[in-house]
């Protein structure tokens, strides 16, 4: 049980670890701001800006360009406008999915009133901060703190220790309790629970070998917006040399 949530939540959650997995060998090492007027991408490449009708600053010089280095500057600042909010959507509507898959998991093998339930709302409101600290929506703008990169895993699975460890204990009390209730010799007793706990194990791998793909591709449809992104990036740069 505790194996196929940890796979499930970190797939999701970790939107940039996943595109890792998929042999995704972009590494990005810049922040990028998104607002109205401009976009801003700045760290070891330099500081780089760029308005929607492409005019293009860098390290605060204003650069003269032609008709192509500004049609180059016009379409990465639109792709970086669709990518990164396309992400941080994308990713908080697979969160959801996998909560959801969880609940329906738990409804059907312990209840609508499983305590378990309500350690998964909280453990969706805790990863949902993580995809914050990375793309992070502000009233005026869009962010991507690529430091955050270094600790989301790490502390994603924090988080998810954190929790199994009361839902696996939930999930033996409440089926412990059933038990209880009807009675009986106490050895049945004990392996009617571990049953119980073996079949929702089954249950949730069942469920994920009908889910991986789907979160997979997704996986490498973020691969495949990351790359192309800094593709343009270094084409653009190569560009204005």
């Not at 700045?42 to 860098?58: C, H, M, R, W, Y």
């Not at 909560?99 to 805790?126: C, E, F, P, Y």
């Not at 502000?138 to 955050?148: C, E, G, T």
């Not at 059933?178 to 049945?188: F, H, I, M, S």
Request: aromatic share 4%; charged share 20%.
């Amino acid at each position: 049980m505790l194996r196929i949530i940890l796979i499930i939540c970190t797939l999701l959650m970790a939107t940039f670890v996943v595109a890792k997995e998929h042999q995704c060998s972009v590494n990005l090492k810049d922040d990028i701001i998104i607002t109205k007027q401009q976009i801003q991408v700045k760290g070891a490449s330099g500081n780089l800006q760029i308005t929607p009708d492409g005019e293009v600053t860098f390290n605060n010089k204003v650069l003269p360009l032609t008709p192509m280095q500004r049609e180059h500057a016009v379409a990465y600042q639109s792709v970086v406008r669709a990518n990164l909010p396309w992400i941080k959507q994308h990713t908080e509507q697979k969160l959801v999915e996998a909560k959801q898959i969880l609940d329906n998991l738990v409804i059907r093998v312990m209840g609508q009133n499983s305590q378990v339930r309500n350690r998964l709302n909280t453990l969706k409101q805790n990863l949902d901060k993580q995809i914050d600290k990375v793309i992070e929506q502000r009233a005026d703008s869009l962010i991507f703190h690529h430091q955050q990169l270094k600790t989301i895993e790490a502390d994603s699975r924090i988080l998810l220790n954190e929790s199994l460890g009361g839902i696996l204990q939930d999930s033996i009390n409440e089926m412990g309790r059933k038990q209880l209730l009807t009675g009986g010799d106490a050895n049945q007793s004990l392996q009617n629970l571990l049953g119980g706990l073996s079949g929702l194990q089954q249950d949730l791998e069942l469920e994920w070998k009908k889910q991986e793909n789907n979160f997979r591709q997704f996986g490498q449809q973020v691969c495949h917006k990351i790359a192309h992104m800094e593709q343009l990036r270094i084409d653009l740069l190569n560009k204005l040399k």
